[in-house]
DNA sequence: ACGCACCTACCGATCGGTCGGTAGCCTTAC
DNA sequence: GTAAGGCTACCGACCGATCGGTAGGTGCGT
C-alpha cells in the first residue's frame, strides 16, 4: 500500500461502498415516502444498523439529502447531458436527450431526480446551489427549441412553456411507471421520444 | 329554520365555512411541504387556532387526508369529467378535457390532485377507493384515444403510455408554475392543450 | 340552561441526534 | 511470533424536542 492507494475498498456483496448503500438506500426510501416521511430508525434498519451506527456515515439527515440530490445532478450531468451537448444538429439532440434521460431512469438511478422538489429542507444557499445546477439542464432544453425555431422546425409553442412539459413527461414516468405492467422500456423509451417530438416538430 | 335547512350556516369573511376554511389551507400546506411534513400544529397556528381547538372540527390527520381527496376528486369529476364525457368528438372532447382540468388548476383548486400520492399514508381500504376513482379518470382519456385511433386520427402511439404522459404534463403544471413568471392563464391552458394534440394527432 | 367553538395543559410515542463504549482487524515494535 | 496500540465500524442507552391526539374546562350566543 502505498500514498497513492486511496481508494476506500471495503465492498458489499455487489462491490458497494457502505456508504453508497446507504445513500442508495436512502433515495429510495425518500422517493417513496418523501424526506419527512422517512425516518432515520426505517433507514437504519432497512440497511441492517442501528440509528447510532448509520450516524458513524454521514452527519446529519439535511446532508445526507444534500449528497443524494448532488450526486443525482452529476449522474444527470455525465450521462445525459454532456453527451448530449457534442451534439450539434438541434433535432438529433433533443431526441437524444430524451433518449438518453428515460433510459437513464432504468439504468442509472435517475428517477432520484424525483427528489429534487425536496430540496425546500435544505438551507437557502444549499438550495439555490441544486436548483442552478437543474437550470441549466433547462437552460440546455430551452436552448435546443431556440436552434429548432431558428431552423423553422418548430410547432407554435412557447419554449418556456414547452420546455416544462417535455421534463415532465419524462420526469413523470418514474411517477407512474411499475415495472409489473406490460411496458417494456425500450418502449417506454420510444414512446417519450416519439410523443414529445411529434408535439413540437412542425410537418415538414 | 326547518329539517330542511341543514346547511352549516358560519362563514368566515370569505363566506368559508371555518370547515372549508381548515381543510384547503390544509390542502395548500400539504402541498408544499407533504403530509408527513405538515404537522398539525402548523395546520393550527395557520388558521389561527391551538391543536386541541383544532381537533374540535376534525378526526384524524389521516382522515382530514382522505376528506382533501375524496374532495379534489369530487371536483375533477364535476368540472372536468362529467362535462366532458357530455361531448360526442373524441378529439373535441380531449380537447375540452385538457382545457378544463389545465383552467381548474387556477379556478378550483386542483392542484390539490398533486396530493394523490399521499394516499400512501391512509388504510389499505380506503387507498382502493380513491385509486379507483383516478383509475376511472385515466380510462376517460384511454377511451378517448382508442376512438381517435379508430378513426385514423391518431399518431402511431401506445395508448396506455400516452395517457400517461397527457395526464404528467397537466399535473406538472402545478409543479413548475409559479405565477410570477411571465406566463399568463390563458397563454398556459392554449399551450398545454396545443403541445399534447400536436403530440397525439396525425397530420390530415 | 344548553351546546358550540375554542382554550390550557398534558399524554405516550417518535423524531433527529449523541454519548461512551467495544469487538475485530491492521500495523508496528520487539 | 506476539503483544501493544490504534482505527474502523458498529452498538445500547439516552437526550431534548416535537409528533398526533386528548381531557377537562371556559366563554358566549341562543
Redesign the pocket.
Known sequence: ?TIADTA?S?ATQEGQT?NEEIFQTAAELMVQRGY?G?????L?KAV??????????I????D?LLQILLHAMEELESTVIEPAKRIADPEERLREMIRLHVRGLFDHGLETALLFPERRHLEPAQQQVVGQRIQSYRGLIRETLRELADEGKLQDLDINITSSHILQTIAGIARWYRKDAGVTEAQLVEQTVNFNLFAILKVS
Open positions: 500500500m476506500k471495503k457502505r419527512a422517512t425516518s432515520m430508525g426505517d437504519a441492517g444498523m442501528t440509528k447510532a451506527g448509520l450516524y458513524h456515515h452527519s446529519s439527515k439535511q445526507m
